[in-house]
């Protein structure tokens, strides 16, 4: 049975401009994708990234992990838009069976010289989505200065195109090293 | 006294839950209002006289000391005109309400205190002047923003967006709660003369709803903050830093545009002249 428990999460997107960060937001929010389709602004569509609907599969509150799982279209999802209108700012609420989640979103600036700006983003966000070009050669690179500075659980987004699979990488800075995790998920 | 604070609130449709007590300021109402708050017969406006008093003697006073005297104030009102929350009539946003009434009536009475606040930021504030001087010159080409979403006329662009910030100003509007409201307007404002914009250049576009996103809003929140020569926004950030909690700084729409206004000013702080003909070049 559903309560009326309501988790409320700050996401940060973070990652270059045109790599399809507003892509996964409109996709998650509104439900809407087209590959090819100038929906916006700042670079060429490009066909790196096909978003799924993610749904928060457990938090685990003692280490600040919250996992997030990528699933297909779920209906159970409310379509609450911010009256912002801006895909810079949207908001999401999922019903799950024993609470609700509301995501707020934030759409950071992915130029270079915006990187500076980043953390005044992400402060108090439960997690962040970096999003990439895996095909880019100089991505590890990015990532290393993005992940010296968060401090908390970081959720990698990225598809191979050639296999048409996505993978997400979990991020646990809770260990001294940090680690990496890596999981499939079937396009 | 106040259990209709919520019904007017035709001008601010843009406003997330944080800010769904806000209404705009009821002349009428709110001249009511501060009779019974300032009736020295009641204990708020002796309370308010004392506090006076402290101001004059004391011009240490920081927006933190400001904010807990509001704070309290507000709650001593509505505890005394039995409003708290063990009462069966009580609504969720009496207390936000009637703090902003509050604000609205003390906030306009302290500005010699608000002057001192602004002055201790001041040396910031003349670094920004400076870098303002000759920022205000570059074009929206220059400052990154896109050229579909660019105005016609430099002078002209987005000039709702400009006027919503000039009022955000800690000087002019009459609470910190009022200049918030003014920037989430702002920021609105961004977003639908940048679509009208956008389909001036490009009118074969299907989407008619999300033109922008993070990567292209940034460029013209800094055109619109420079075009708009404010130069106390260190004071206002202070201001607001030590006003709100951090629910209202850090989440929310409120939050967001917190951001976007702190991360502008940031920006333009740490920019000389030579960044813009490399990143003109590079970053477009």
Redesign the interface.
């Known amino acids: 049975m559903s309560s009326n428990k309501t988790f409320?999460f700050?996401l940060v997107?973070l990652g270059d401009?045109?790599v399809g960060?507003?892509s996964i937001?409109?996709r998650f929010v509104?439900g809407q994708f087209s590959e090819f389709?100038?929906?916006?602004?700042?670079?060429k569509p490009k066909s790196l990234i096909v978003v799924y609907y993610f749904q928060p599969l457990y938090e685990n509150a003692e280490n600040k992990i919250f996992m997030i799982v990528f699933l297909k279209r779920n209906n159970k999802i409310l379509s609450k838009q911010?009256?912002?209108?801006?895909?810079?700012?949207l908001?999401q609420t999922v019903p799950l069976n024993d609470c609700t989640v509301k995501f707020?979103i934030?759409?950071?600036?992915?130029?270079?010289?915006?990187h500076?700006?980043a953390p005044?983003?992400y402060?108090?966000a439960a997690a962040a989505i970096i999003v990439y070009d895996i095909t880019s050669q100089v991505i590890i690179l990015k990532l290393s200065t993005y992940t010296k500075s968060l401090f908390f659980f970081l959720l990698f987004l990225c598809k191979n195109n050639k296999k048409d699979e996505f993978f997400f990488f979990f991020y646990v800075p809770k260990n001294e090293k940090g680690y990496i995790c890596t999981r499939k998920i079937m396009g | 006294t106040n259990t209709n604070t919520n019904t007017n609130t035709n001008t601010n449709t843009n406003i997330d839950d944080a800010f769904s007590y806000f209404h705009p300021l009821d002349n009428g109402f709110q001249v009511l209002f501060e009779q019974l708050l300032l009736d020295p017969r009641f204990e708020e406006g002796r309370i308010i006289t004392k506090w006076k008093d402290l101001e004059k003697k004391n011009k240490n006073l920081t927006m933190r000391n400001i904010s807990r005297f509001l704070y309290h104030l507000t709650q001593t009102l509505l505890k005394n005109t039995e409003l708290t929350s063990d009462k069966p009539y009580f609504q969720p946003h009496f207390f936000e309400a009637t703090h902003l009434m509050i604000c609205r009536c003390i906030f306009p009475r302290s500005k010699e205190l608000v002057q001192c606040i602004v002055t201790k930021n001041s040396e910031k504030d003349i670094s920004y002047s400076k870098q303002l001087a000759w920022m205000s010159e570059l074009t929206q080409e220059q400052l990154g923003v896109d050229a579909r979403l660019c105005g016609p006329k430099h002078s002209t662009a987005y000039a709702q967006a400009i006027q919503h910030i000039k009022e955000v100003e800690i000087g002019i509007c009459l609470t910190p709660q009022d200049s918030v409201i003014g920037l989430i307007e702002a920021v609105h404002s961004i977003q639908k003369t940048a679509t009208a914009y956008y389909h001036d250049h490009c009118p074969n576009a299907q989407d008619k709803d999300i033109v922008v996103n993070g990567d292209t809003l940034f460029p013209i929140v800094v055109f619109c903050v420079i075009q708009s020569t404010v130069h106390t926004w260190h004071a206002w950030l202070h201001c607001m830093e030590n006003f709100f909690r951090k629910e209202i700084l850090y989440f929310g729409q409120s939050g967001f545009c917190f951001t976007l206004l702190k991360a502008t000013i940031s920006y333009v702080m740490s920019r000389t002249p030579s960044h813009f003909t490399s990143d003109t070049k590079t970053d477009t």
């Open positions: 409320q700050k997107l401009t045109s960060k507003s937001v409109i509104k389709q100038e929906s916006t602004i700042g670079g911010s009256n912002l209108n801006t895909a810079a700012f908001t707020e934030w759409d950071t600036a992915g130029q270079e010289r915006y500076s700006l005044m983003y402060r108090g």
